[in-house]
């Protein structure tokens, strides 16, 4: 199909960012196919992009400046730049590492995909109609490249696909099947359920992170709040703290923070996890517990209209921790809402620090991995970010 834009709606495609509104369409000519290539002109009849096209306000996400045809060759060479570059910076083709995110959608110029690597696993998500289309194809590419170090694709989808296009997707495995479900991340081992568990079935973005935590953890009392797979808590643990408790609402997480945690230290009495609401455990905690805690919940803006009711959540939340951390404790705070940019948070969290009474030092501003970049045109993909805070 073919997309003409309206006069002037060109300029953005111009400083490449990747996505094109409804709005700036003027016509378009052929079958309209949710998940179709389209090819799109200026209003003078140039040709400026190709990208997959969806009903929404979001009309079209760009995968290619160039006029050439989107085949497995096209997957091919641009899964190819991924792992060199995820090679380049020391996160994939090491021992002690087979935990990485290859393709992190627009900041990869792969609009809508996310592909994972778990040991010989790679797990691909579809986040757009056009992505889902064209699976087969990047499957495909992937085992091409890929084909000495991956085994099996897993393909998970059900829940990041718009439900209207009614597209039957199943998850499932698109090539091979292993049940070797082991990955490793920095030298420690964690159980991946891609299966059952949350996004691709590990928080891959929160590495350097849990690197910075191991730092700060010896002799330390660590609480790890909203702890899923249990990640800060063993990197916690390699650090040396004096106790870790871990808690997470959902049944399934402690079972899986308790299965990591065997896998690396077995028989050890430091840990202890707890299937509780993250804010009657804050309130019921004793004061003083702990002088370590991580507050990582899940995003609480999935759009703009729920901006106002997330920052009240994240400033409620950082309150509860402020008014009870041990003086002299380190508070690591995170938000991976893309809709709260770096300064609502910090200004949410300053609120926090403010009710509380509490001298509050900021000692590490954090963000997410170089294997999640950010394409420079496109700066919607910053989402995640955090704060390290001395609390006297
Ligand atoms: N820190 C984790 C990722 C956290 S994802 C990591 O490094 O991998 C967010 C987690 O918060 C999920 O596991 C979810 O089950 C949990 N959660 C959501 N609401 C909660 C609540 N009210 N109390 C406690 N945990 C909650």
Request: aromatic share 10%; charged share 25%; net charge neutral.
């Amino acid at each position: 199909m073919k997309i003409i834009l309206k006069r002037g709606k060109d300029e953005s495609l111009r400083r490449f960012h990747p996505w094109i509104f409804s709005g700036a369409i003027h016509r378009i000519e052929g079958e309209q196919e949710e998940g179709a290539l389209a090819r799109v002109f200026t209003a003078d009849g140039e040709y400026i992009a190709t990208g997959h096209w969806q009903i929404g306000s979001i009309a079209v996400r760009v995968l290619t400046f160039r006029d050439e045809p989107i085949d497995t060759a096209f997957w091919a060479s641009r899964l190819q730049e991924a792992w060199q570059m995820r090679k380049a910076i020391g996160v994939a083709g090491r021992e002690d590492n087979s935990t990485y995110r290859l393709v992190h959608g627009e900041g990869d110029n792969l609009p809508g995909l996310v592909i994972d690597v778990y040991g010989r696993t790679a797990v691909m998500q579809a986040h757009s109609v056009g992505i889902h289309c064209s699976r087969m194809e990047i499957a495909e590419a992937l085992k091409q490249v890929m084909a000495a170090a991956i085994e099996s694709i897993y393909y998970k989808s059900e829940t990041t696909l718009p439900f209207k296009a009614d597209l039957g997707q199943e998850n499932g495995f698109l090539l091979g099947g292993s049940a070797d479900d082991v990955a490793v991340e920095n030298g420690l081992k964690f159980h991946i359920d891609w299966l059952r568990g949350q996004k691709t079935g590990f928080f891959v973005d929160q590495r350097d992170n849990r690197s910075l935590l191991e730092q700060y953890s010896r002799g330390r009392d660590v609480l790890n709040m909203f702890c899923y797979t249990g990640g800060f808590s063993v990197y916690a643990m390699r650090g040396g703290a004096r106790t870790v408790h871990s808690v997470d609402s959902s049944a399934q997480a402690v079972d899986l923070v308790n299965a990591n945690v065997e896998l690396n230290f077995p028989g050890d009495a430091r840990h202890r996890a707890y299937a509780e609401d993250a804010f009657r455990f804050l309130q019921l905690m004793t004061d003083g517990a702990y002088d370590l805690i991580i507050l990582d919940p899940p995003a609480f803006a999935k759009h703009k209209d729920a901006l106002r009711n997330a920052l009240k959540g994240y400033t409620r939340l950082n309150l509860r921790a402020f008014e009870k951390i041990r003086p002299g404790g380190i508070l690591f705070t995170f938000s991976c809402s893309q809709a709260v940019n770096k300064d609502q948070f910090r200004m949410a969290v300053f609120t926090a620090a403010a009710q509380s009474g509490r001298r509050v030092r900021i000692l590490h501003q954090l963000h997410q991995p170089a294997d999640h970049p950010i394409n420079i045109y496109h700066p919607e993909g910053e989402y995640l970010k955090g704060l390290v805070l001395y609390v006297e």
